[in-house]
């Protein structure tokens, strides 16, 4: 209920993999698209880095999207001993083709070369079948991690944009929208996915010792952002905006090591505390690690013990100038995305402009009654946001003007982080690396240790 991810995709991937928040990795603005030369620094030490210390067996299925202009930077060389997926953030599920920035080409690699016997083939079924041959093929005397990054339920390229097989659409005839009906099927595609990948740790004898983490990696794309069809009402915002539909995530942890299972946590959690997490499950002393900004919060997963996390920093985006932090129960906005399009509350199809509270549930985000003035009382370009998130988590009353104390003890926070940020890692379109000049593949385009001895 109080977990938070990056608002977009390659800011949360790089928290997963670091434990460090994007203001540090310089992946704090948009992500790495395709002919891009930057990605996730090389000074960075990634779990799979960390857990091969270990002993570990480490595999990648599925979506990378940290960067890949050099070789240095793709999976295998990152820690993974085997990657089978793909180098950027979206392509045909069917075709495993893309266009970015105005290039296109074919993007499937299997431990860095490409791969081409999947076209035709839906990713997630696809990975699913890599995922699960691992499994069974893995030595269970020697410990196992896998990062496995489905596709499912990001868009596609525009011209077709929601994929699934018709025995997922088939599912929902009831569903009248053709793009929610798409979407759902997407997710159930995923879904049996999860189940299936479940089941072949329970028949290779490897369930009773795994511990599974699921999360999203930005808050869900409504009412065609993104030309998709998620669902965030009656969170505020959209994917890739600092408003809670951007940011609050939904994650669980499943694992027979559990203590106590079978609950929801209040508890306040971030994307970085993934990798200081699976660190000690690993046998690792996260008290040697250093500049992590994630917590162990592994006794409040499975005991229920109370969250060392007080305060997330959503964001600072110096290029998109906003930001916005959440300490305790209060949360600042300062400017906003897209001009204030995607301000607003959604449901899948489109703007919802009324309110009414549902029953409480455990899980079930409550609110207090929209006030007629939800649109007008917030306006972050021009003044700090507040809102209390415990008690108003659709952050329909702004409540600054009779809150300026707190409203400058959490600009001051925001300013403390921002002291430590590094300057955004973004690079400019290289032509390089348009797949016509590469056999129409996406494949890295630089060579550093050629560049390096010009220099």
């Known amino acids: 209920m109080n977990y938070y991810v990056s608002p977009i995709c390659t800011p949360t991937r790089s928290a997963i993999m670091t434990g460090r928040h994007p203001i540090h990795t310089g992946m704090q603005h948009g992500t790495v698209t395709g002919p891009l030369p930057y990605g996730l620094p090389l000074n960075e030490t990634t779990i799979a880095q960390r857990l091969k210390m270990h002993?570990?067996?480490?595999?990648?299925?599925?979506?990378?999207?940290?960067?890949?202009?050099?070789?240095?930077?793709?999976?295998?060389?990152?820690?993974?001993?085997?990657?089978?997926?793909?180098?950027?953030?979206?392509?045909?599920?069917f075709e495993h083709t893309t266009l970015e920035d105005k290039y296109w080409g074919f993007d499937f690699h299997k431990n860095g070369e490409v791969y081409k016997p999947v076209f035709g083939q839906y990713s997630t079924e696809i990975f699913t079948s890599e995922a699960q041959r691992i499994l069974q093929q893995h030595d269970p005397s020697q410990p196992l991690f896998m990062y496995f990054a489905h596709q499912a339920v990001h868009s596609a390229d525009p011209d077709q944009p929601l994929q699934a097989p018709a025995k997922y659409v088939q599912r929902f005839p009831t569903i009248e929208n053709e793009d929610r009906r798409m979407f759902a099927a997407m997710v159930s595609a995923m879904d049996d996915s999860i189940g299936n990948l479940t089941q072949t740790l329970i028949d290779t004898g490897l369930y009773n010792n795994t511990v599974i983490f699921f999360t999203t990696d930005n808050g869900g794309p409504p009412a065609s952002f993104d030309y998709n069809y998620a669902n965030n009402w009656p969170l505020r915002g959209t994917k890739n905006t600092?408003?809670?539909?951007?940011?609050?995530?939904t994650g669980f942890v499943h694992s027979p090591l559990l203590e106590k299972p079978k609950r929801i946590s209040e508890d306040m959690l971030h994307v970085c505390d993934w990798f200081p997490t699976m660190y000690r499950l690993a046998g690792g002393n996260v008290s040697e690690l250093t500049?992590?900004?994630?917590?162990?919060?592994?006794?409040?997963?499975?005991k229920g013990t109370t969250s060392p996390r007080k305060e997330i920093l959503h964001n600072i985006d110096p290029i998109g100038n906003f930001s916005a932090l959440r300490r305790g129960d209060y949360k600042i906005v300062i400017g906003n995305d897209y001009k204030g399009k995607w301000d607003g509350w959604f449901n899948a199809i489109g703007p919802v402009d009324d309110y009414n509270p549902p029953p409480l549930k455990p899980g079930r985000v409550s609110c207090p009654p929209r006030p007629a003035n939800a649109t007008?009382?917030?306006?972050?370009?021009e003044k700090p946001c507040l809102f209390n998130i415990r008690n108003d988590p659709c952050e329909f009353y702004n409540i600054a003007p009779w809150n300026q104390d707190l409203v400058k003890e959490l600009q001051a926070r925001?300013?403390?982080?921002?002291?430590?940020?590094?300057t955004p890692a973004n690079q400019?379109?290289?032509?390089?690396?348009?797949p016509k000049l590469h056999g129409g593949y996406w494949v890295p385009w630089?060579?550093?240790?050629q560049s390096r001895a010009i220099v």
């Not at 990152?78 to 953030?89: E, K, S, V």
């Open 428 to 434: 400019p379109i290289d032509p390089k690396a348009d």
């Open 446 to 449: 630089v060579n550093l240790t």
């Open 376 to 381: 007008t009382n917030c306006k972050p370009t």
């Open 55 to 93: 002993g570990y067996s480490t595999h990648m299925v599925g979506k990378w999207h940290l960067g890949f202009f050099a070789k240095e930077y793709i999976p295998t060389e990152r820690g993974f001993d085997t990657h089978f997926g793909y180098y950027m953030g979206k392509e045909d599920y």
């Open 242 to 249: 600092m408003w809670e539909g951007g940011v609050r995530g």
């Open 414 to 422: 925001v300013q403390a982080w921002n002291v430590t940020a590094v």
């Open 291 to 302: 500049n992590l900004d994630g917590y162990d919060v592994w006794d409040t997963l499975s």
